[in-house]
Nanobody, 119 residues
C-alpha cells in the first residue's frame, strides 16, 4: 500500500492548513490511519490517529487546534490544522495500519510533507 500526501506549505502563525493522504487500492484492510511529525533535530512524534470506525486520539500539544478525519471509501486521511504556531513547524508523515491477517499488521508510511509556520 502506497500513501501519497498532499497539502502542507508555509503559513503565518495563527493560520490554517489542511493535509491529505491517500492510500492506494489494496486487497488488505486498512485499520488505523494518522499523522506523525518530525521537527529538525527531534524525534518523530504522534500528532493524531483515527481508527476505521472514527475514534480519534491527539497529542496534547495539538488538542483543540487540529482535527483528524478520514474517508474510508477513498482510503484518505485528513489533518485540518488551525491556529498554527511556529512550534508546529515540522515534516508531517501520514501512516496506515494494514491488516495482512487477523493477527498480523504492517505499517505503511507516506513521504513527508513540510509545514512551516513563520511570519
Amino acid at each position: 500500500v502506497q500513501l501519497v500526501p498532499s497539502g502542507g506549505g508555509r503559513v503565518q502563525p495563527g493560520g490554517s492548513l489542511r493535509l491529505s493522504c491517500t492510500a492506494s487500492e489494496s486487497e488488505f484492510t486498512i485499520d488505523d490511519m494518522g499523522w506523525f511529525r518530525q521537527a529538525p533535530g527531534k524525534e518523530r512524534d504522534m500528532v493524531a490517529t483515527i481508527t476505521k470506525s472514527g475514534t480519534t486520539n491527539y497529542a496534547d500539544s495539538v488538542k483543540g487546534r487540529f482535527t483528524v478525519s478520514r474517508n474510508n471509501a477513498k482510503n484518505t486521511v485528513y489533518l485540518q490544522m488551525n491556529s498554527l504556531k511556529p512550534e508546529d513547524t515540522a515534516v508531517y508523515l501520514c501512516y496506515a495500519e494494514i491488516a495482512l491477517a487477523p493477527t498480523s499488521v504492517v505499517y505503511s508510511w507516506g513521504q513527508g510533507t513540510k509545514v512551516t509556520v513563520s511570519s
